[in-house]
């Protein structure tokens, strides 16, 4: 039965043509891909203008002499204006002989009566199609399925469904789903969806959760949400030895952002399977691509209590301590005792397997950690220094370590060193995006510098990184540049406004607010308003001052609706609202306000799963 869901579609294209879908038109069809002739173009103009008998007179004409599906179904029309019963079915009938056999002619016989208001007719004439197709024949019941579907005749396609169980025929229960779907009888689309995974288990996964997908998007009010969440958990009770419900389960947790729920499931997995925890160090990628740290920190933890005997038990080990390191860099003001959980994680990697490969990434950032976060940028420098001069350690990942000393010699102020390093990883890596990620730094090196011009040639080259977090990146600084050197050609006010990212990016917070502030003074013509508060907000949010920053994005916002920092100033106050003010009433009225203000946002989806996940469709 499977291969025939597999076959249909190919099938079915085969045996209707392209002309299938050309039926499913109420009204006039639309033009084909070719120029019309004359005729053609006075017949559809007399058609628009509602003078039917007309343009029927031209049609038959142009039909005698091309019976194409479009003419066809022009001429059709025409009939149905006029309320022509028999010159309808005549032309059906002369049509149908082109492709004998072919099921969608008697559909559109139905669909004619129906049209010219013979109700009773066209219920009659359903019913002998769905009666006549050989209900064993599954690519006939297939054929007869999708010619009532388009023709959004769903009620006689359900019966055609109907029909084909009862006589012992395929039980279509993917198209019945779908026709559940479109009729919002969501415990009856899950009814089949489960029929369905009986009979093909994994092999229509994709398509179901795809469709699942789709739908979940709109489930404005969560009701849908609440009836599959429902439904899979208790199929995954009833079936234990399914895992198939418990990984749908997961999946639907995932794309409700619930991922406490998700590593239930997971573990419960793992658990019953004896797993070597694949499981739990995939979930804890994808939570912590999410930034939902804590989730794929327990992840990787219930890997690590297996033992040193685990599969998985260094890998998990290396990945905490990396997962430690970046929930610090992504804190506001992390706390003393996280910096101080990240750095003994990552020395215990360093300890245990010295300078080698599998540890260079956690020494780069332990480097990192005790530069930027610890003030100890000498003992972070000395250490990457050596792993330069280390010999047979993997190429990459020594160039990975250049650029983070170059960083460190940055915010030391060594910036001659700084442009080495930067240009000879972009050499060694060109075309490569860990090239293009030491030409952007270099490129904002120049920045600081106030060598504009430069910075942003390279900036523009870099707006088709093959990254997309680079050419994004690139795009935003060459847009600061060029949007405020169009107004100040000196770029003096721009000068002070790249010192004190610079100061920013050498945690001096108070010198970049300082020199922030006297550019109002200096320059109260400047067009870096809109940068300037956001630049505060960040900064405040780096110092733990969360109500300081709200209230710059706040200013923003109101002096600078339109300019293009507003969406960001909106998500980032949303943010602040939800997850260190706590109010979350505030929080979903700013995410709804970036929804229904900031349509093209970049922020837009994760705005609507976060609205949704505070209003609780994401909770059982």
């Known amino acids: 039965m499977l291969k025939v869901h597999q076959h249909l579609l190919f ?10 879908q050309a039926h499913a038109q109420v009204d006039m069809p639309e033009l084909e891909d070719v120029q019309p002739s004359t005729e053609e173009q006075l017949a559809s103009q007399f058609y628009q203008e509602g003078a039917y008998q007309k343009a029927a007179d031209l049609y038959e004409k142009i039909y005698d002499k091309n019976p194409s599906t479009f003419i066809y179904q022009s001429l059709l029309s025409c009939y149905i204006g006029l309320k022509e019963v028999k010159a309808g079915e005549k032309l059906i009938a002369r049509q149908s002989k082109k492709m004998p056999g072919a099921l969608n002619y008697g559909v559109d016989l139905g669909s004619f009566y129906q049209k010219i208001g013979d109700a009773a007719k066209a219920e009659k004439q359903f019913e002998k199609c769905i009666k006549e197709t050989p209900m064993n024949d599954a690519m006939r019941v297939y054929e007869l399925l999708e010619s009532f579907k388009s023709k959004k005749l769903n009620q006689y396609a359900l019966k055609t469904i109907e029909y084909s169980r009862k006589n012992g025929g395929e039980k279509f229960y993917y198209e019945m789903a779908e026709l559940q779907a479109a009729q919002s009888q969501w415990a009856n689309m899950m009814n089949e969806y489960e029929a369905l995974i009986q009979q093909s288990g994994y092999q229509l996964l994709d398509r179901i959760e795809s469709n699942l997908q789709d739908i979940l998007s709109n489930d404005n009010n969560g009701e849908i949400s609440i009836i599959v969440r429902e439904r899979l958990l208790k199929s995954a009770q009833q079936k234990p030895d399914q895992i198939i419900y418990a990984e749908i389960l997961i999946w639907l947790s995932l794309q409700q952002r619930d991922f ?14 004896s797993e070597s925890g694949y499981r739990l160090m995939e979930l804890s990628a994808l939570c912590a691509s999410n930034m939902a740290y804590d989730v794929a920190a327990k992840a990787l933890k219930v890997v690590i209590e297996k033992g040193p005997k685990s599969e998985f038990y260094t890998t998990a080990r290396r990945d905490l301590a990396s997962l430690l390191f970046q929930t610090v860099v992504n804190a506001s003001n992390p706390s003393p005792v996280l910096l101080a959980e990240a750095e003994l994680a990552l020395q215990q990697i360093i300890n245990d397997f010295g300078v080698s490969d599998f540890s260079l990434q956690s020494l780069t950032q332990w480097a990192h950690l005790k530069a930027f976060y610890q003030n100890k940028a000498g003992e972070g420098r000395l250490k990457l220094e ?13 160039n990975q370590a250049k650029l983070e000393l170059a960083d460190i010699l940055l915010l030391e102020g060594d910036v001659w060193e700084s442009t080495l390093l930067y240009s000879q990883v972009e050499k060694a890596y060109k075309n490569d995006t860990l090239g293009q990620e030491a030409k952007f730094r270099n490129a904002k090196l120049a920045y600081y510098k106030g060598e504009f011009e430069w910075a942003k040639a390279q900036l523009d080259i870099l707006k088709q990184a093959t990254s997309k977090l680079i050419a994004n990146d690139a795009m935003e600084l060459s847009l600061l540049l060029t949007d405020n050197l169009a107004f100040d050609s000196t770029g003096e006010a721009l000068r002070f406004f790249a010192r004190a990212d610079l100061w920013q990016f050498q945690k001096q917070s108070e010198k970049a607010l300082s020199t922030l502030d006297s550019i109002a003074q200096f320059f109260p013509q400047s067009t870096l308003g809109d940068d300037i508060k956001y630049r505060k907000a960040l900064l405040f949010e780096s110092q733990g001052k969360f109500a300081e920053a709200a209230q710059e994005y706040e200013k923003l916002l109101a002096a600078h609706r339109a300019d293009i920092l507003a969406d960001n100033a909106l998500y980032r106050l949303a943010l602040l609202q939800e997850n260190k003010l706590k109010n979350t009433e505030k929080a979903m009225e700013l995410y709804k306000e970036l929804m229904t203000d900031f349509p093209g946002s970049l922020f837009q989806v994760d705005a609507r799963k976060r609205f949704r996940m505070l209003r609780g469709d994401a909770v059982n």
């Open 11 to 20: 099938f079915v294209f085969l045996m209707c043509g392209a002309g299938f």
């Open 386 to 398: 050596e792993v330069v001069k280390t010999n047979g350690l993997n190429a990459r990942f020594l």
């Open 260 to 273: 406490d729920q998700a590593l239930a499931q997971t573990k419960s997995i793992d658990k019953r399977l």
